[in-house]
């Protein structure tokens, strides 16, 4: 894994959060988005935090 790469958080037609790299947000629909994050691991615990908000449902 590239350490230069960033994370993001993007809510789902669900309302589950995914993690998804950077490259793959682009050309995104208009769903809500966190990010960009460091490393993975800051990633999954925001979204733990969103979680506990109420912005996104556990899988």
């Known amino acids: 894994m590239s350490d230069s790469q960033n994370w993001y958080i993007v809510k789902q037609k ?3 959060c995914k ?3 950077s490259p793959q947000v682009e050309g995104g629909e208009d769903l ?3 990010g960009p994050f ?9 979204r733990i935090g969103l979680i506990r908000a109420g912005k996104c449902k556990p899988a």
């Open 14 to 16: 669900n309302g589950q």
């Open 32 to 34: 809500e988005c966190w």
């Open 38 to 46: 460091a490393s993975q691991q800051e990633a999954i615990a925001r």
């Open 19 to 21: 993690i998804i790299p």
